[in-house]
């Protein structure tokens, strides 16, 4: 965070940047952030799904939690093994509510004695006050407000950073390393929100620009904005919280439960362990889908979804077109027994009936480097 | 010769012989961003000045383009339908959205100019 606009919002280390690419700039979770270039959306979207795209995401809080106890602490508020996170791999994991809800989502990265964490924009002052509480006397957290984020997302991303650091090759889906890319010490995390192969890089805000530019200079890479984010992360069938995901759903609602671990599982001792290992076990009472309407108008976020009946059985919670596949795609919650593949619902948009299907997610296929 | 007016909810009207042709400005689909759907009112309808007569959707989000005037539809641009992208491509023409047979011309008055739109373009920053 570098600065902030005349109406108080805080703008990033790359800020500079964006103007010059005449970006659009938004309020998005008190920060000036870039919805768009002037390629546009569509462009820009499926630059990242053919070639690479250059994201700033250093809205997003970046934590480091240390000291003894601090894995411990945050296993009692997340159902991950942050004690078996081996060096250099990161997992995805979310905060949990005593309901069994979520808080907010994030990746954790093991680096020596230490986790780093990647928290959304919008929660990262309650997810650190959170940690704060947790934390026993001697364990730490602190947010990097010194630290850029950079995403660069798309099946051409690892042979554009290889031509930087040829060991970037070495890492597969979730991994992670500190490496000096363009004489710049950064750490990269082989992971992403678009479905696609890519690389989250952290790297010291004074050095975030003209990193940026370098990267920007090379033939395969363009830069998307927030606008191409959603996109991308709708048709991957990605969650965003406060949208997919909130205090009222829990990880098994949301589909998410293959981030839980093992041994978090059979041993509990998470915030809302009780109804979070019900529903393992028992089935929860809605699930997350895919849905596909029929025609070609967009069914967003908030729109009821009815069964052939007329009644309502779930919400719309992310909704839009889909640039790779183009026509429209959302994501809901229904009850259990509507959620198989296929099932015949429908929306009610401007006073008019849309018929949806559900359909498998993701929407488009993940491009991960996997072991 | 057509007369042409905007409105501050940037539509666009070109009137000739007492039928307006109707579309988002310039500045309305730069705003938008990418077109992907597009949804008309159905020919014969009437519409009074000021009420919503069709749907313009972008990537983001859903906008609504409303009567400058009131009037009876005459006719809708289908091929906006399969091709959306007209209204980024060519906003005040191939893009125009429906027409509107006038019931009160007198309604004109009340819309900006070109210059006068032009100037609260501007004002908006």
Redesign the interface.
């Known amino acids: 965070m570098t600065g902030y606009s005349p109406d108080g919002l805080a703008r990033t280390p790359l800020h500079d940047l964006h103007r010059a690419l005449g970006a659009r700039l938004v309020p998005f979770a008190g920060y000036e952030m870039p919805v768009q270039y002037p390629a546009g959306i569509l462009k820009e979207h499926l630059q990242c799904r053919e070639r690479a795209a250059l994201f700033d995401v250093s809205h997003m809080g970046q934590v480091r939690l240390s000291g003894a106890g601090a894995a411990e602490a945050l296993e009692r508020l997340a159902p991950l093994d942050a004690q078996g996170l081996p060096e250099g791999r990161t997992r995805y994991s979310f905060f949990t509510n005593e309901a069994g809800g979520i808080l907010d989502d994030f990746m954790t990265t093991r680096v020596g004695d230490d986790l780093l964490l990647v928290v959304n924009a919008a929660c990262k002052a309650a997810d650190l006050a959170h940690l704060q509480r947790a934390l026993p006397a001697g364990a730490r957290c602190a947010l990097l407000e010194d630290r850029a984020l950079l995403a660069l997302q798309g099946p051409q991303a690892a042979a554009v950073l290889q031509r930087l650091a040829p060991a970037v090759a070495d890492l597969r889906f979730m991994d992670s390393a500190e490496l000096e890319l363009a004489g710049v010490n950064a750490r990269l995390s082989r992971s992403g929100y678009t479905g696609e192969d890519g690389f989250e890089i952290s790297l010291p805000a004074e050095a975030a620009g003209a990193f940026a530019e370098r990267l920007l200079a090379e033939p395969e890479v363009e830069p998307a904005g927030l606008g191409a984010r959603d996109s991308l992360r709708l048709e991957a069938g990605l969650c965003l919280y406060g949208h997919d995901i909130d205090e009222t759903t829990t990880p098994v609602e949301a589909g998410l439960a293959w981030a839980i671990g093992k041994r978090r599982r059979a041993e509990g001792g998470f915030a809302g362990a009780d109804t979070i290992l019900r529903q393992l076990a028992e089935g929860p009472p809605s699930k997350r889908v895919g849905l596909l309407p029929e025609g070609r108008a967009p069914l967003r976020e908030g729109l009821e979804i009815l069964d052939g009946d007329g009644r309502k059985v779930g919400r719309i919670t992310s909704g839009g077109f889909a640039p790779s596949l183009g026509r429209p795609v959302a994501m809901g919650y229904v009850a259990p027994g509507l959620a198989e593949a296929g099932t015949a619902l429908a929306a009610e948009l401007r006073g008019k009936p849309v018929a949806l299907a559900t359909a498998p997610l993701p929407f488009v296929k993940h491009g991960y480097k996997r072991p | 010769m057509a007369d042409l007016y905007f409105t501050e909810e940037h539509e666009w009207l070109s009137v000739e012989g007492g039928e307006a042709t109707i579309g988002i400005s310039q500045y309305a689909q730069e705003q938008l961003?990418?077109v992907?759907?597009v949804?008309l009112p159905e020919v014969g309808a009437t519409l009074a000045k000021g009420d919503q007569a069709a749907?313009v959707?972008?990537?983001?989000?859903?906008s609504e383009v409303y009567a400058g005037v009131s009037g009876e539809v005459t006719a809708v641009n289908e091929a906006l339908?399969e091709e959306?992208a007209k209204v980024n491509a060519d906003p005040q023409g191939g893009g125009w959205f429906f027409k509107l047979r006038l019931s009160d011309a007198g309604e004109l008055s009340g819309l900006m100019d070109e210059a006068a739109y032009g100037a609260f373009v501007e004002g908006l920053g």
């Open positions: 961003g990418d992907v759907f949804e749907v959707e972008s990537v983001k989000a859903a339908v959306p």
